[in-house]
């Protein structure tokens, strides 16, 4: 998981219980986050209370950044693509960290993979074209890669989404605060012509009730359509 959703553990309650009666064997659900961000809680549980009856489901947890230091003294390499993800402020040095970590792999396959996956991870964080630039020198090794091209373009696209979504909630907190997490839920569903709207009408609103009218708008022009 990229960012902590409650109902996403819900979801894995519900599918390790059906694939446990499908399969007619034990099935066990791994979490792993594979990003820090802003978020401070990682939940690992799911749990049901009714009437003084609990219910509770737990998961193991895997909070990748904190593998970090075995992944930089070679223990990990295949990891290494990920290494952008575990700071606060990703750097170029960091994906250059990575492809060197990614060159000791001696596999031709595995090590054109890992790049592929370095690529778009960075993409996440980096516009196209420093992205294009650090990874100029492995084009050859990046072609041994089935899915680059596939990989490249939805790292392009999240990416984007990503970032102006980011750029959003960090305008919104400075200019009404902290949005809540139902709020930040509407704006991440938002279609990508939406948020280029919600990037510019952003900065006209003076309170949370703005921001609440603009998303209700946008529902209804949504239904009309």
Same mark, same amino acid.
């Given at each position: 998981?990229?960012?902590?959703?409650?109902?996403?553990?819900?979801?894995?309650?519900?599918?390790?219980?059906?694939?446990?009666?499908?399969?007619?064997?034990?099935?066990?659900?791994?979490?792993?986050?594979?990003?820090?961000?802003?978020?401070?809680?990682?939940?690992?549980?799911?749990?049901?209370?009714?009437?003084?009856?609990?219910?509770?489901? +737990?998961?193991? &947890?895997?909070? !990748?950044? #904190?593998?970090?230091?075995?992944?930089?003294?070679?223990? =990990? *390499? %295949?990891?290494?693509?990920?290494?952008?993800?575990?700071?606060?402020?990703?750097?170029?040095?960091?994906?250059?960290?990575?492809?060197?970590?990614?060159?000791?792999?001696?596999?031709?396959?595995?090590?054109?993979?890992?790049?592929?996956?370095?690529?778009?991870?960075?993409? +996440?964080?980096? &516009?196209?074209? !420093?992205? #294009?630039?650090?990874?100029?020198?492995?084009?050859?090794? =990046? *072609? %041994?890669?089935?899915?680059?091209?596939?990989?490249?373009?939805?790292?392009?696209?999240?990416?984007?989404?990503?970032?102006?979504?980011?750029?959003?909630?960090?305008?919104?907190?400075?200019?009404?605060?902290?949005?809540?997490?139902?709020?930040?839920?509407?704006?991440?569903?938002?279609?990508? &012509?939406?948020?280029?709207?919600?990037?510019?009408?952003?900065?006209?609103?003076?309170?949370?009730?703005?921001?609440?009218?603009?998303?209700?708008?946008?529902?209804?022009?949504?239904?009309?359509?």
């Amino acid at each position: 998981m990229v960012r902590p959703e409650l109902k996403q553990l819900q979801n894995f309650h519900v599918k390790n219980g059906l694939l446990t009666g499908s399969l007619r064997q034990p099935v066990a659900t791994v979490i792993v986050y594979l990003e820090r961000g802003r978020y401070r809680n990682f939940p690992d549980e799911y749990s049901v209370r009714l009437d003084g009856v609990v219910t509770v489901t +737990r998961f193991t &947890r895997i909070l !990748l950044w #904190e593998y970090a230091e075995r992944i930089r003294n070679g223990e =990990l *390499k %295949e990891l290494a693509p990920l290494l952008v993800l575990f700071s606060e402020q990703p750097s170029t040095e960091i994906i250059i960290e990575e492809m060197k970590l990614i060159n000791e792999v001696k596999e031709v396959r595995e090590r054109s993979d890992l790049l592929a996956l370095a690529a778009m991870v960075a993409f +996440r964080k980096f &516009r196209r074209n !420093l992205v #294009e630039k650090l990874f100029y020198k492995e084009h050859e090794m =990046l *072609k %041994e890669s089935n899915f680059i091209q596939e990989w490249i373009k939805e790292g392009r696209e999240e990416g984007w989404r990503e970032g102006r979504i980011t750029t959003i909630l960090t305008l919104l907190e400075q200019v009404l605060g902290r949005v809540s997490s139902e709020l930040e839920q509407k704006i991440r569903r938002l279609s990508d &012509r939406e948020i280029k709207k919600l990037t510019k009408d952003l900065l006209d609103m003076k309170n949370v009730g703005d921001l609440e009218e603009w998303l209700e708008i946008q529902n209804k022009n949504n239904q009309k359509n």
